[in-house]
């Protein structure tokens, strides 16, 4: 098993940053990806993003490009979502997700192909 415990959410006002983090712990050998998902009130959790084992690919949301980004300290067992430019429609529960595989460069965007799941951190953008 692994476990994942996000931090960092919290209310910011809209242009403003936050930094979100996600810890792995348990079973953490292997490669894995390490994607970022979110959930607005009323909507279905979406892809956000996501880095290889590697670190080397990444992966985003058209709406999040040029503002997010992700990475990973594979030492600490830790990935990042550094947020700028944050607005009101980033609003959300943010979680965390791991998926196990094979080839370290490779990077997944479906939700269905994480094994393991975050409880989320929320992240509110004012206007």
């Known amino acids: 098993q692994v476990q994942l415990v996000e931090s960092g959410g919290g209310l910011v006002q809209a242009g403003g940053s936050l930094r979100l983090s996600c810890a792995a712990s348990g079973r953490t050998f292997g490669t894995y990806v390490m994607g970022w998902f979110r959930q607005a009130p009323g909507k279905e959790r979406d892809f956000v993003a996501a880095?290889?084992?590697?670190?080397?690919?990444?992966y985003y949301v058209d709406s999040v490009k040029g503002r997010f980004t992700i990475s990973r300290n594979n030492g600490k067992n830790t990935v990042y979502l550094h947020m700028n430019s944050l607005k009101p429609e980033d609003t959300a529960v943010y979680y965390c997700?791991?998926?196990?595989?094979?080839?370290?460069?490779?990077?997944?965007?479906?939700?269905?192909?994480?094994?393991?799941w975050g409880q989320g951190t929320q992240v509110t953008v004012s206007s």
């Open positions: 880095i290889s084992w590697s670190g080397g690919n990444t």
């Open positions: 997700a791991a998926d196990f595989v094979d080839n370290p460069r490779v990077v997944t965007t479906l939700g269905s192909e994480y094994d393991y």
